[in-house]
């Protein structure tokens, strides 16, 4: 029997590509593991009516942890244009697998390392940033309250005396049924869990900040709630050394093209870290480098920062560093120290030579490498021992 039971999710689009391409790496290293693969995308809103079919949830429960390539989120109505026809009228919403993986399993944290390799000839900024943000992952305003229209008791408790807005009554001039509503509800448990983890991480290696990501000045509960949040967690770690930093998402977003190398780790709700995960991403060669994790307590789901990019589906050229780097950080969630640093060490040189790339790196005019060749090379190096 393998070692490791894997839910096996390449998802829609590229990530079908992307996923092959990290089994050929997988393999190279003799990853013990048995890759169960799980249904999961827009092929089973269309034909089910559910992106994320129960018997999926199922399998994730029976498997140490797993893998996930790209998902396709379309807008409300043209999900319903693509619905099977004789599903339709029967109340189905779309809603994103992805965002609702994450609150089933509570995969609360959602790690992003942003790391320039050296000689990447996309480092335009410079081979020294090495950020890393922690998202949190089931709050804010991707918790998925919302509405439109705007019901009339929604509109009324927000209008109660006492702890309504008075400016309320202007939306109801506007007509509630012109109204949309999409909440940003965070728990102190929520903000501090994330901040912890963000200064652990920091302690256990050797970073010199962690720098919050917030807008408290006109966010006002939430963002003020994670900014008392955050002061008070970095009194726990601020003795040994770490600097609390404070910043605002727009102005951050500035800073960190400006001076990239003045960050370090960073943290943020789920929004902002969505935003300043893929701003990160840019500083380091694009998605096609930027990997990911979703973890929970007992469970993680790992996922590449990049979407399905549906018009490369099935071309066999994108990036596959950033699924390849995704294996990695599940390697170093399973323990196996010495896999992910042989992996990480392939990746790592392929970079550097800078020969097999894809089109991304090379540019389309320049014989770029498909997926899978970039796959290979990393594969070839990871066979052999670090250094050789
Ligand atoms: C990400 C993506 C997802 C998110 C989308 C596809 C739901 O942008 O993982 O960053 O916003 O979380
Ligand atoms: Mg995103």
């Given at each position: 029997m393998a070692k490791y039971k894997i839910a096996w999710m390449p998802g829609d689009g590229v990530g079908n590509d992307v996923m092959n391409a990290t089994r050929i790496v997988l393999d190279a290293l003799q990853f013990d593991a048995e890759y169960i693969p799980a249904d999961i995308g827009w092929e089973f809103w269309c034909t089910e009516g559910n992106p994320l079919p129960d018997r999926t949830i199922e399998i994730l429960k029976q498997t140490d942890c797993a893998l996930f390539g790209a998902i396709t989120s379309k807008p409300r109505d043209e999900a319903n244009e693509e619905l099977d026809p004789s599903l339709r009228d029967k109340g189905l919403s779309y809603f994103s697998p992805i965002v609702k993986l994450r609150q089933l399993f509570n995969l609360h944290t959602n790690l992003r390392p942003c790391k320039a390799y050296p000689g990447n000839p996309l480092n335009k900024l410079g081979d020294d940033i090495d950020l890393v943000v922690f998202r949190e992952n089931?709050?804010?305003?991707?918790?998925?309250?919302?509405?439109?229209?705007?019901?009339e008791e929604i509109y009324t408790a927000m209008c109660?005396?006492?702890?309504?807005?008075?400016?309320?009554?202007k939306w109801k001039d506007k007509g509630l049924e012109n109204v949309a509503l999409s909440t940003r509800i965070m728990s102190k448990q929520g903000c501090e869990s994330i901040c912890r983890q963000a200064f652990d991480y920091a302690k256990k290696f050797n970073r010199k900040s962690v720098t919050l990501v917030e807008k408290p000045n006109v966010l006002r509960e939430t963002g003020g709630l994670m900014t008392r949040v955050f002061r008070d967690v970095a009194k726990d770690y601020t003795g040994g050394g770490i600097e609390a930093w404070e910043a605002n998402i727009d102005a951050i977003c500035m800073w960190m093209i400006k001076n990239p190398q003045d960050y370090d780790v960073l943290v943020a709700e789920n929004m902002f870290g969505d935003i300043v995960s893929d701003l990160c991403a840019g500083l380091v060669g694009?998605?096609?480098f930027a990997c990911a994790a979703n973890i929970g307590d007992e469970y993680a789901v790992f996922e590449p920062t990049?979407?399905?990019?549906p018009k490369y589906d099935g071309k066999n050229c994108v990036n596959p560093i950033a699924m390849i780097l995704t294996a990695k950080m599940m390697l170093d969630w399973l323990g196996e120290d010495e896999l992910a640093h042989r992996l990480e060490a392939a990746v790592a040189e392929v970079i550097k030579e800078n020969k097999i790339a894809t089109y991304d790196v090379k540019?389309?005019?320049?014989n770029p490498n498909s997926t899978t060749e970039v796959a290979e090379e990393v594969a070839r190096k990871v066979a052999q021992p670090v250094g050789a």
């Open positions: 089931t709050e804010g305003m991707y918790g998925g309250v919302e509405w439109f229209p705007l019901p109660a005396p006492g702890y309504g807005n008075p400016k309320m009554v694009g998605l096609g990049h979407g399905s990019a540019g389309r005019d320049n």
